[in-house]
């Protein structure tokens, strides 16, 4: 091992180090300065990663840093970052104490930075579990509400079990093919049906993961039960993780056209249920949710396709859907008071009496409903787009009229927050932190929809 | 200079939206009214001067969006006589309806995000018509859907006025679904979005093809431009300011569907059932708009569906494959049709914002400017001979008249008899409004303004005929200028056939003319005590648009939300748990199926995913076997 | 003769694993399942895995079923009328979809003859320890952050305040 | 030793049935449940040496060593969990824990 490939895996290095150095120091330090420190790592990690020039050679045993790392890992610092600035200010209203919440986040940061970098199956099963397990104990941070720690416990049987079933996928595929090496393992040619299989059961766990239906139940509870900011940080990055690693599976695997029709089942029933369920929602963390099960539908659609373009628009989706989603959580989370705004009327008026998250929370609302010219717009024109070229037609005309209905519970909020007058209690004003993080995710949003062509191109280098 | 004209034409309107959204509330009220004029008027100055450089039809690249993988979509406009005719329209009724606002919207506190949206209005307006590809085009579609939105439900703490504006964004809706599907598979044929590379390659597709692209783009105007069945979100839309009905619901957006299928039409065209459909709805809609426009009691609704109506005049005229008739009435109509609007905006000004026409009469006093241009404005409408409204309208049956054949025949008849009772329910609004006596006029400075506002665009509308003179007048300017538009090659009328037709068209207009001020001038007091009674079961069928909205509820909106309903709290988490239990009880009833539902339960969560797991493996299995 | 005692020992192990999962109360599901792991560690040896049956051994019997028992009786969760068990109620679906699932897996795994099987052999401590620390190196660091985060959670949750 | 492998895995296969069923059904005991997810867990272990004794190779042992130490992670959390939710609401019965839903 030289210099040069711990360089190259550094970014994985500062948040493992973060993550121990906030846990080791956090008794000794102030809360402000634990999450200053956890920024720091993020923003450092992802910055090293963005300049750094990817390789396809192993730096470790088990780890490179591909392209499509360069791509992902950054994102996910992004994401972190957010979630760690939204954090410190409600964590202070809820009384979520401790140096355990940074620490957890940058170990999830962490985790989510290894499974991009994979190159064997062991790896990447350990890091989306790491994702996920960080995640257990981060949706139940919240001692001081029941719920908290109830979808805490649903989260963690269900992820157990979907843990399951993804392990016994990858034993089978590793049964099948007699390697775990990535590269090797998806390419035989042999043993299709136990691969086959294999593929069968790790699409039940990835539909856990990715909140597809039929495994989609957990998602409102859970979002419903974490923190504010923790359901910003789920929702994005272990979806994109999740989405990542399929991807990673099937851009490497011959194409196999016996997965087609449940991956379009998956996709159809997630859209749809999933717009339908939105529709009459009241809470507003339970209406993402369900919004979060149709977008997962238009990403596996998108997966589906099996081209180049569709991976690319997946990896577009992932990036505008983190924005989107880090925006509408992190408005959420800075305009709660003493308790979370949880119907969607307890918002009626704030665009006039917290102009910015307000404004903020309708930029994320219009860009979930894809319209122009909010990041939205572009993710799905690509997603349906890529579906089209590859010929899945009639999924594509589901998914578009899906979304077209879908307009209707996104601009509710909107017309809550700017044509009803509330009575609701006004919230504190916004720290500097969240400011911050309001506005890079909206900055985030508008750049992308105006001007996407630089992030396509770092997608397009992404996928060589 | 070109591309420097029309860049600075979309750049001002964006610019000024964007400045009142962010920082409208800081900035004095005064500037915030002055930068907002002078955008729009800055953008007309640029069309017309583009117009003034104008040499053919061309297209300006400014910029690429994106050009990644192998879709490239550049901002790229598209400058020929038909976007140049409604870009020089646009900021010219534009620029007077910001004047306008500005002294109706005197006492409203809002005025930073009401000149928002009005610039950012005339902003996507403009790329819409100028786009040159598709997805730019779609741009500016939503946009302008986006903007009349928000604008219908300006004053909303009113309840009604937000519905209202729910409603329009729902209808509008499901033609941009249609849109967007024809997008993705007019892409899928032809692996371009680009109008001008579209418009040349409809030849290559099977005509049943083109039929249904052309239908999807019909529903897609359908939405658009408030036509049958689409068309209910138009009258309730008049919820707004009435600045935004005459700019939005009356000269610009609504147009934008007509916009598309003539644009389109060199494509559409290849079809011949396509345009049949346009013309049926056109036809169709003209004469459902102008029966329900003779029942209406509210001064602004009887313009909404006169709004409907004309339009549909524009439809038929494009499903006759006449481009420049339907554009001619389309420049007139916007003319006639904001300045119908910006008259009843005076007119409800003054009468303390009273709307219902029969509380109105005698101010023909009171305020002379506003009847004066209000008179002009229902000549044209209805068609009354030598005024703009004539000739455009004219121009458009004669394209239907010589298209011949029993269908479009039948259609020319329909108009026939729609132009009488558009003549008829007219001057029963200019007599019930300004005819009699009990004229009291609450007078303001701004109304003085309002009302100059309204002689250019009487002028404009009294002689826009001068734009298109009929061929045996020494012809037309616009005819001129839209030759060099592909697929207006329809046959010329002979001068004899031409005055024949408009002569029947002229007496008919002054027939309704007579037959309005025998009833509404001469009987007025009697139609006054009639209105005090119960309506009769037809004029209550007219009046509320032939039960549209009605209908529309009942097949409509009621399943959807049961729909809805059902599988959000039944399926969804009832019916798992609930069958659950009733398999093992055995008698899983309905009422318990429905009325048991438990939810929140890990155990129904892993039933699901469980099922879920048995039934990709169970089809993995099956491919096997 | 090997054969003979896999499938001798496969059967303990399963009728094992319906015991434990029919059994009315937890301290003895347990037992059955330590019996049930302790016939899958000589499964283990006999394909050819001495490591991996020594540790199933002693962390799964050793230690994890410790850990469950140690709850139980923390929880006092013992006295058997205290907790519902399962009805046929609860049993139809789980046996109707672990049926649907087991029977679709054997369907996938057995109905297809298998390439030529290379023959189970043997792998020797030393080569796994080379594959573990020359290939997986990783894996161990980033288990062991999942360990550690596993305490830090523990003790979050366990916290009082 | 000559038994087939499409052996083991059928044996592997019944046992995570049984931990699924064992999941399913025991809904009153979050304790079981998690018995259930271990009987899976070790299920997918089996499978792995199986597919290791196969091929000869190492691999699939790791895996399962690797299995192991995560779930014994995932236990200790989830245990944790149980005590601390017992000690609120008194109860392991996961239908108690419902005061999300919609």
Same mark, same amino acid.
């Given at each position: ?15 493992? +180090? ?185 699409? +039940? ?55 087609? +029709? ?30 979060? +099960? ?171 | ?76 406009l598209y400058l020929d006589p038909l976007s140049l005719a409604m870009t020089v329209m646009i900021g010219f009724v534009c620029g007077l309806i910001h004047i306008y606002s500005v002294f109706y919207m005197r006492e409203d506190e809002d005025y930073a995000r009401y000149f928002a949206l009005l610039n950012l209005f005339v902003f996507a307006m403009l790329t819409l018509v100028l786009g040159e590809t598709l997805p730019l085009l779609y741009l500016g579609w939503e946009g302008v859907g986006f903007c009349s939105y928000l604008l219908i439900g300006f004053w909303y703490s009113d309840p009604a006025n937000a519905d209202a504006g729910r409603k329009a964004f729902i209808a509008t809706r499901i033609g941009d679904v249609a849109l967007m599907i024809a997008l993705a598979w007019l892409f899928q044929l032809f692996g371009t979005l680009s109008i001008t590379k579209v418009n040349g390659m409809g030849f290559l597709m099977p005509v049943s093809v083109i039929t249904m692209l052309g239908i999807l783009f019909l529903i897609a105007a359908m939405g658009k431009s408030a036509q049958v069945p689409l068309m209910v979100w138009l009258p309730d839309a008049m919820a707004g300011p ?384 | ?161 | ?32 449940m998690l018995i259930g997810i271990e009987i899976m867990l070790n299920a997918v272990m089996l499978t792995f040496v199986g597919g290791s004794a196969h091929w000869g190779i190492a691999d699939g042992q790791l895996f399962s060593l690797m299995l192991m130490a995560l779930t014994s992670a995932e236990v200790s959390l989830a245990l944790a969990m149980v005590v601390y939710l017992h000690r609120r609401k008194q109860t392991v019965n996961t239908d108690d824990f419902n005061s999300m839903k919609g």
């Amino acid at each position: 091992m030289t210099l040069a490939d711990l360089y190259s895996i550094m970014p994985i290095i500062i948040t493992a +180090v973060g993550a121990l150095f906030v846990l080791l120091c956090g008794p000794l330090l102030l809360s402000a300065s634990l999450t200053a420190i956890g920024v720091t790592a993020s923003v450092a990690a992802g910055v090293w990663a963005a300049f750094s020039t990817p390789t396809s050679t192993q730096a470790v045993a088990g780890l490179a840093f591909t392209p499509l790392a360069r791509f992902l890992i950054p994102l996910f610092c992004f994401a972190a970052a957010i979630t760690l600035l939204l954090s410190h200010s409600y964590n202070e209203r809820r009384g979520i104490k401790g140096e355990e919440f940074p620490a957890t986040v940058l170990f999830a940061l962490f985790a989510t930075c290894v499974l991009p970098c994979a190159t064997n199956m062991l790896i990447l099963f350990l890091a989306l579990e790491s994702v996920s397990f960080a995640f257990y104990i981060l949706v139940s941070m919240d001692l001081s509400r029941a719920e908290s720690g109830e979808a805490g416990l649903k989260y963690l049987l269900l992820g157990a079990v979907a843990a399951a079933f993804t392990a016994f996928g990858f034993a089978l595929l590793f049964t099948g093919s007699g390697t775990l090496q990535l590269s090797g393992a998806l390419a035989r040619p042999e043993n299709r049906v136990i691969i086959s299989a294999g593929w069968g059961v790790i699409l +039940v766990g990835m539909a856990f993961k990715l909140s597809l239906v039929p495994g989609h139940l957990w998602t409102p509870d859970v979002y419903q039960g974490a923190p504010a900011p923790v359901s910003a940080f789920l929702s994005t990055s272990s979806k994109v993780a999740a989405a990542a690693l399929l991807l990673m599976l099937l851009a490497l695997s011959p194409p196999m056209p016996e997965l087609r +029709v449940p991956l379009a089942a998956l996709s159809v029933l997630s859209m749809v249920l999933g717009n339908l369920a939105a529709l009459r929602q009241q809470n507003i963390k339970r209406m993402l949710a369900y919004s979060s +099960v149709a977008h997962m539908g238009y990403l596996t659609l998108a997966l589906l396709s099996g081209s180049r373009d569709g991976y690319a628009a997946v990896l577009l989706y992932g990036a505008v859907y983190t924005a989107m989603n880090l925006a509408a959580f992190g408005a959420i989370s800075s305009l709660s008071v003493e308790q979370e705004r949880e119907l969607i009327t307890d918002y009626a008026g704030l665009g006039f009496t917290a102009p910015l998250r307000g404004g903020v929370l309708a930029l994320a609302m219009i860009s979930l409903a894809g319209i122009p010219p909010a990041a939205g717009f572009i993710g799905k024109f690509f997603i349906f787009y890529s579906a089209i070229k590859a010929g899945a037609i009639a999924l594509a005309i589901i998914g578009i009229l899906s979304a077209a209905a879908s307009a209707y519970f996104y601009l509710r909020v909107v017309a809550q927050l700017y044509m009803h007058r509330g009575e609701s209690p006004a919230p504190k004003p916004v720290s500097l932190a969240e400011g911050i993080a309001l506005c890079c995710a909206s900055l985030m949003i508008l750049v992308i929809g105006v001007y996407p062509g630089p992030l396509l191109g770092a997608i397009e280098a992404a996928l060589q | 200079m070109l591309p420097t004209y029309l860049t600075l034409m979309l750049l001002f309107p964006l610019l000024g939206g964007l400045t009142f959204a962010v920082a409208g509330r800081m900035l004095p009220r005064t500037l915030v009214e002055v930068l907002a004029c002078a955008t729009v008027w800055g953008s007309f100055v640029c069309a017309a001067l583009a117009a003034a450089a104008y040499t053919g039809p061309q297209v300006v690249t400014l910029a690429d969006w994106f050009a990644t993988f192998d879709l490239a979509i550049p901002i790229s406009l598209y400058l020929d006589p038909l976007s140049l005719a409604m870009t020089v329209m646009i900021g010219f009724v534009c620029g007077l309806i910001h004047i306008y606002s500005v002294f109706y919207m005197r006492e409203d506190e809002d005025y930073a995000r009401y000149f928002a949206l009005l610039n950012l209005f005339v902003f996507a307006m403009l790329t819409l018509v100028l786009g040159e590809t598709l997805p730019l085009l779609y741009l500016g579609w939503e946009g302008v859907g986006f903007c009349s939105y928000l604008l219908i439900g300006f004053w909303y703490s009113d309840p009604a006025n937000a519905d209202a504006g729910r409603k329009a964004f729902i209808a509008t809706r499901i033609g941009d679904v249609a849109l967007m599907i024809a997008l993705a598979w007019l892409f899928q044929l032809f692996g371009t979005l680009s109008i001008t590379k579209v418009n040349g390659m409809g030849f290559l597709m099977p005509v049943s093809v083109i039929t249904m692209l052309g239908i999807l783009f019909l529903i897609a105007a359908m939405g658009k431009s408030a036509q049958v069945p689409l068309m209910v979100w138009l009258p309730d839309a008049m919820a707004g300011p009435t600045p935004v009905s005459a700019m939005i619901h009356a000269a610009t957006m609504v147009t934008a569907g007509v916009y598309l299928l003539a644009r389109l039409l060199p494509l559409i065209g290849g079809s011949e059932i396509a345009l049949a459909a346009i013309a049926i709805t056109g036809g169709v809609t003209a004469f459902y708009g102008a029966t329900c426009a003779l029942a209406q009691r509210d001064l602004k609704r009887v313009l909404a569906y006169s709004t409907i109506s004309q339009i549909g005049y524009m439809m038929l005229g494009v499903g006759a494959g006449a481009v420049t008739a339907a554009t001619f009435h389309l420049l007139v109509h916007a003319f006639f049709k904001a300045l119908l609007f910006l008259g009843a905006g005076c007119v409800i000004a003054a009468m303390h914002h009273e709307q219902d026409i029969y509380k109105m009469g005698g101010l023909r006093r009171s305020l002379p400017l506003t009847f004066w241009s209000f008179l002009v404005g229902a000549a044209c409408l209805a068609g009354i001979p030598l005024t703009g409204g004539f000739f455009s309208k004219d121009s458009i049956l004669l394209a239907v008249w010589l298209k011949g054949g029993v269908l479009y025949q039948t259609l020319y008849l329909l108009g026939l008899i729609t132009a009488l009772i558009t003549a008829y329910y007219s001057f029963r609004l200019v007599f019930l409004v300004f005819a009699g006596e009990n004229g009291h006029v609450h007078r303001s400075s701004g109304l003085t303004v309002m009302q100059v506002v309204l002689i250019p665009l009487a002028i404009l509308g009294l002689f826009g005929g001068l734009l298109d003179l009929p061929a045996y007048l020494g012809g037309g300017y616009l005819s001129g200028f839209f030759a060099s538009l592909p697929a207006d090659d329809l046959p010329s009328a002979s001068h004899e056939q031409e005055i024949g037709l408009q002569t029947v068209a002229g007496a008919l207009a002054l027939v309704g003319l007579l037959t309005a001020y025998l009833r509404y001038g001469k009987g007025r007091a009697e139609r006054m005590r009639e209105a005090q009674a119960q309506p009769s079961s037809l004029i209550s069928f007219l009046a509320q648009g032939w039960y549209f909205d009605r209908l529309y509820d009942l097949v409509l909106i009621r399943p959807y939300h049961a729909l809805a309903r059902f599988l959000w709290q039944r399926v969804d988490e009832a019916v798992i748990d609930a069958s659950v239990d009733g398999l093992g009880s055995g008698v899983g009833g309905a009422g318990r199926l429905f009325g048991r539902w438990s939810t929140g339960k890990v155990a129904v969560y892993l039933i699901s995913f469980a099922a879920g797991a048995a039934l990709i493996l169970g089809y993995l299995a099956w491919l096997a076997l | 003769m090997e054969a003979t005692l896999f499938y001798i020992l496969a059967a303990v192990l399963l009728i094992g694993i319906l015991l434990a999962i029919t059994a009315r109360q937890a301290v003895r599901s347990i037992v059955y399942l330590v019996t049930s792991f302790f016939a899958l560690a000589l499964m283990f040896y006999l394909l050819g895995a001495p490591l991996i049956a020594a540790f199933e051994v002693i962390i799964y019997a050793g230690a994890i079923m410790v850990l469950f028992l140690f709850v139980i009786m923390m929880l006092e969760l013992e006295s058997p009328e205290k907790l519902a068990k399962p009805n046929f109620k609860n049993w139809l679906p789980a046996l109707l979809l672990a049926g649907a699932v087991v029977g679709a897996l054997v369907v996938l795994l057995a109905s297809r003859v298998q390439a030529v099987p290379p023959g189970f052999t043997e792998i020797p401590v030393r080569q796994f320890a080379f594959a573990l620390f020359k290939q997986y190196g990783v894996a161990v660091e980033v288990v062991s952050m999942q360990l550690l985060f596993a305490l830090v959670g523990a003790l979050y949750l366990g916290r009082r305040r | 030793m000559s038994v087939p492998l499409s052996h083991v895995l059928i044996v592997a296969s019944l046992m995570f049935a049984m931990g699924l069923g064992c999941v399913i059904a025991w809904r009153a005991n979050v304790i079981m449940m998690l018995i259930g997810i271990e009987i899976m867990l070790n299920a997918v272990m089996l499978t792995f040496v199986g597919g290791s004794a196969h091929w000869g190779i190492a691999d699939g042992q790791l895996f399962s060593l690797m299995l192991m130490a995560l779930t014994s992670a995932e236990v200790s959390l989830a245990l944790a969990m149980v005590v601390y939710l017992h000690r609120r609401k008194q109860t392991v019965n996961t239908d108690d824990f419902n005061s999300m839903k919609g």
